[in-house]
């Protein structure tokens, strides 16, 4: 099979299952886990943030995230198509208690001038904004990567109107490899960021969310509340280590493949999208003379498996489980499918 429906597909390495079996561990709930330590403070460094905390999950990364900077009745505006309001099953209203705001982006991005006016006035009618999430790279969006200029505007103003902003960078570094802006100068436009290591990175296990001390401090009581205080963690934050260190660039193959897959796809009949729209490892298409899930099984019934995100996409999505030989026959496949 060849398994394009998500990055988070990939299995660990050969040195990741050494550095799970060889990692020196303890009770991080009481801090004393030195593999996590050590995974907290380089991924801090790494993203620019004072300090970082390791979680089970991208979710649960975002959601903390959430609970820490907001409380009930609090107003947080996403947009319409974003992880946290598309994906982690409305858990942002069920346990932090604040009202989503969506709004329309641009295949992920947000215009400035949208956020400012839908950020709101003080009235007793009116729930206070407290928080604006951004996503980099764009999941829904199509892997795209939103401009470092676009964040530094919704940024700037959230900081005039007192306002923290959370990235959802479950892909930050993919963004960050694709355009050779550092991360770090992504990260600066932001409070708090959630970072993947088990999407392209590889990595089993685990997100580290990264942000002012004070932040992090009170992140870690909720991600106690949560059931998310983990003990012996650094067996799986010793593969998140290898990931830091050795995954990154490489996500620049899956690069080269999702391009040679787009390049592969123009312009084929049957078939809406535009190469152009492919910034990183995610293709997202739209056949239009077939129903998706019909789409999916016929692919299915050619050894590939894709991802049917609803109401009308097909998700195609590269990672070092995909060779480039493997986008050529899955191109072969898609043009079968197109032409019976
Ligand atoms: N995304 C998954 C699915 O949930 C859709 C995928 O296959 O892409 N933020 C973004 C932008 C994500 O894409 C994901 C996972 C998460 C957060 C959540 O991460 P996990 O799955 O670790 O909770």
């Given at each position: 099979?060849?398994?394009?429906?998500?990055?988070?597909?990939?299995?660990?390495?050969?040195?990741?299952?050494?550095?799970?079996?060889?990692?020196?561990?303890?009770?991080?709930?009481?801090?004393?886990?030195?593999?996590?330590?050590?995974?907290?403070?380089?991924?801090?460094?790494?993203?620019?943030?004072?300090?970082?905390?390791?979680?089970s999950?991208?979710?649960?990364?975002?959601?903390?995230?959430?609970?820490?900077?907001?409380?009930?009745?609090?107003?947080?505006?996403m947009e319409?198509?974003?992880?946290i309001?598309?994906?982690e099953?409305?858990?942002?209203?069920?346990?932090?208690?604040?009202?989503?705001?969506?709004?329309?982006?641009?295949?992920?991005?947000?215009?400035?001038?949208?956020?400012?006016?839908?950020?709101?006035?003080?009235?007793?009618?009116?729930?206070p904004?407290?928080?604006?999430?951004?996503?980099?790279?764009?999941?829904r969006?199509?892997?795209?990567?939103?401009?470092?200029?676009?964040?530094?505007?919704?940024?700037?103003?959230?900081?005039?109107?007192n306002?923290?902003?959370h990235?959802?960078?479950?892909?930050?570094?993919?963004?960050?490899?694709?355009?050779?802006?550092?991360?770090?100068?992504?990260?600066?436009?932001?409070?708090?960021?959630?970072?993947?290591?088990?999407?392209?990175?590889?990595?089993?296990?685990?997100?580290?969310?990264?942000?002012?001390?004070?932040?992090?401090?009170?992140?870690r009581?909720?991600?106690?509340?949560?059931?998310?205080?983990?003990?012996?963690?650094?067996?799986?934050?010793?593969?998140?280590?290898?990931?830091?260190?050795?995954?990154?660039?490489?996500?620049?193959?899956?690069?080269?493949?999702?391009?040679?897959?787009?390049?592969?796809?123009a312009?084929?009949?049957?078939?809406?999208f535009?190469?152009?729209?492919?910034?990183?490892?995610?293709?997202?298409?739209?056949?239009q003379?077939?129903?998706?899930?019909?789409?999916?099984?016929?692919l299915?019934?050619?050894?590939?498996?894709a991802?049917?995100?609803?109401?009308?996409?097909?998700?195609?999505?590269?990672?070092?489980?995909?060779?480039?030989?493997?986008?050529?026959?899955?191109?072969?496949?898609?043009?079968?499918?197109?032409?019976?």
């Amino acid at each position: 099979m060849i398994d394009l429906r998500s990055d988070t597909i990939t299995r660990p390495t050969e040195e990741m299952r050494r550095a799970m079996y060889e990692a020196e561990v303890g009770d991080d709930v009481y801090g004393e886990d030195p593999t996590v330590n050590r995974l907290e403070e380089e991924s801090a460094q790494v993203l620019g943030k004072e300090a970082a905390m390791y979680v089970s999950s991208g979710t649960m990364g975002n959601q903390v995230a959430i609970l820490t900077h907001t409380s009930p009745g609090t107003e947080v505006i996403m947009e319409a198509n974003a992880h946290i309001y598309y994906y982690e099953a409305a858990a942002a209203s069920a346990f932090a208690g604040i009202q989503p705001r969506p709004l329309p982006g641009d295949k992920g991005i947000l215009s400035p001038e949208l956020v400012a006016s839908a950020i709101r006035p003080d009235d007793v009618h009116l729930p206070p904004t407290s928080l604006i999430c951004l996503e980099n790279t764009h999941n829904r969006g199509g892997g795209r990567i939103v401009p470092l200029e676009n964040m530094r505007m919704i940024y700037n103003l959230a900081s005039q109107n007192n306002l923290p902003v959370h990235l959802d960078g479950a892909r930050i570094f993919n963004a960050s490899v694709a355009s050779g802006v550092p991360v770090k100068e992504y990260t600066a436009c932001t409070t708090s960021i959630q970072c993947c290591f088990s999407k392209g990175l590889g990595a089993p296990v685990g997100s580290i969310v990264a942000g002012p001390a004070y932040f992090i401090e009170e992140a870690r009581r909720w991600r106690k509340r949560l059931g998310g205080g983990m003990r012996q963690a650094g067996v799986i934050a010793s593969a998140c280590l290898v990931a830091l260190k050795t995954m990154i660039d490489r996500l620049a193959d899956d690069h080269t493949n999702a391009r040679l897959l787009a390049e592969g796809l123009a312009g084929l009949k049957g078939l809406e999208f535009d190469p152009a729209d492919v910034d990183t490892n995610i293709v997202i298409i739209k056949p239009q003379h077939i129903h998706p899930q019909q789409f999916n099984e016929e692919l299915k019934k050619r050894n590939i498996l894709a991802s049917v995100m609803e109401p009308d996409m097909i998700r195609l999505t590269t990672s070092k489980e995909v060779s480039r030989r493997d986008i050529e026959t899955a191109v072969m496949a898609i043009k079968d499918i197109l032409i019976n």
